[in-house]
C-alpha cells in the first residue's frame, strides 16, 4: 500500500493533466507533495528522505515550470530524481559497510554479501536508465505521451523490476537455507 501511496503525487498529476494542461497538473503534484510530507510529518513524525527529496525538486523544478511557463523543466524532474537515487545506490558501495539495499532490507531478509551487492547495482543501474528512458520519451514525443509514460510506463517498469528482484531475491534464500541444512 506504501508503494502506491509513494506514487499518489504522480497520479494526481497525470489526472489533472487530463482535465487541464501540464501547468495545473504541476501545481496539483506540488501541492500533493507538500500533503504528502505533511500528513507523514503529522500522522507519523517521520518524513521519508525520498519524498523530502522529490518535493524538493518538484518545487525548484515544478516552480521553474510554472514561473517561467515552460514544461521542460517539469520532464527534467524525474531524471534528476533517478540519477540522484543511482548516485546514491552506486555511491553506497564505497561508503560504509552496507550497501543502500542491504542497508533498507537486511532487517527483513537474510543474503550473502555478493547479492546484496548485485542487487544494489542493480537498482543503481535501473535508476540510471529510468532517468534516460525519461528524457528519451520526453524530448521524442509528444508532452501527452511523456505525461502517459510518466505514470504508466514508469510505473509498469518500477513494478516489473521490483518481481524481477523479488524472484532473484527468493533464489538466493531458497540456497541459503538450504546451505544451513
Do not use: C
Not at 500528513?39 to 525538486?57: A, N, P
Request: glycine share 6%; hydrophobic share 55%; charged share 15%.
Amino acid at each position: 500500500m506504501k508503494f502506491l501511496a509513494d506514487f499518489l503525487p504522480i497520479v494526481l498529476f497525470f489526472f489533472a493533466y487530463q482535465l487541464y494542461d501540464i501547468y495545473v497538473a504541476t501545481a496539483v503534484a506540488i501541492v500533493a507533495s507538500v500533503l504528502q510530507v505533511g500528513y507523514s510529518w503529522l500522522f507519523r513524525k517521520k518524513i521519508e528522505k525520498m519524498h523530502l527529496v522529490t518535493l524538493g525538486l518538484l518545487v525548484v523544478f515544478g516552480g521553474l515550470t510554472l514561473a517561467l511557463r515552460d514544461p521542460l523543466f517539469i520532464k527534467w524532474k524525474p531524471t534528476v530524481v533517478n540519477w540522484l537515487f543511482a548516485t546514491v545506490f552506486l555511491g553506497s558501495q564505497f561508503v560504509g559497510k552496507k550497501s543502500m539495499v542491504e542497508r533498507m532490507m537486511s532487517h527483513a531478509i537474510e543474503l550473502p554479501a555478493n547479492i546484496w551487492t548485485r542487487l544494489n547495482i542493480s537498482w543503481g543501474i535501473f535508476f540510471l536508465g529510468s532517468g534516460i528512458l525519461n528524457l528519451y520519451v520526453a524530448f521524442n514525443f509528444s508532452e501527452e505521451t511523456w505525461v502517459n509514460f510518466k505514470l504508466f510506463g514508469m510505473l509498469g517498469l518500477t513494478v516489473v523490476f521490483v518481481v524481477l528482484q523479488s524472484f532473484y531475491m527468493a533464489r538466493h534464500i531458497q540456497d541459503q537455507k538450504q546451505e544451513e541444512t
